[in-house]
């Protein structure tokens, strides 16, 4: 599990490099599918991963900014930083036995669900893969190369 969290960090990493080479217009515009714009999707990602990590799992009290008070570039990737330094350590140190510990999770309609800890992070790992791919459509959209999803070639497996 531990690889695809750092697959994910080096695509993330990349797509905010990405975003550099394009204007803010082309960045904010509104795009069907997904949460909206390349810039809100991207925050989605690290607020996603974040909230279910930090918030979720660890049970701590966690603010996530809206996206209009990190709306640039550069704040999305300071955003990012700050969530990865706070929960790089507890993916680093997954344990198996942490596997089918329970969780919490009260829904937007209030309801309460229960979760084991390996289920979250596998869905942490596959959500912020199903929105690389909606960046690469939108990337094409505007007549740039995507990142590459490769998973062959990062060096994770050496």
């Not at 909230?51 to 709306?71: D, L, M, T, Y």
Request: net charge negative.
């Amino acid at each position: 599990m531990l690889k695809l969290f750092e697959y994910n960090w080096q695509v993330r990493k990349d797509w905010l490099d990405w975003c550099g080479t394009v204007n803010e217009e082309e960045l904010m515009k509104r795009r069907t599918g997904g949460v909206g714009s390349i810039l809100i999707t991207l925050h989605h990602i690290v607020a996603v991963e974040y909230g279910w990590i930090c918030g979720g799992i660890q049970g701590k009290s966690i603010e996530i900014p809206p996206f209009e008070n990190v709306a640039g570039l550069q704040q999305i990737k300071d955003f990012s930083a700050r969530c990865h330094l706070e929960l790089a350590p507890f993916v680093y140190d997954w344990k198996d036995s942490l596997e089918s510990r329970i969780m919490i999770d009260i829904t937007d309609e209030g309801e309460r669900e229960a979760h084991t800890y390996g289920e979250v992070m596998r869905h942490v790992i596959a959500h912020e893969i199903h929105h690389i791919g909606q960046l690469s459509v939108w990337s094409r959209e505007i007549g740039k190369k995507p990142v590459t999803a490769n998973l062959i070639g990062r060096g994770l497996f050496d």
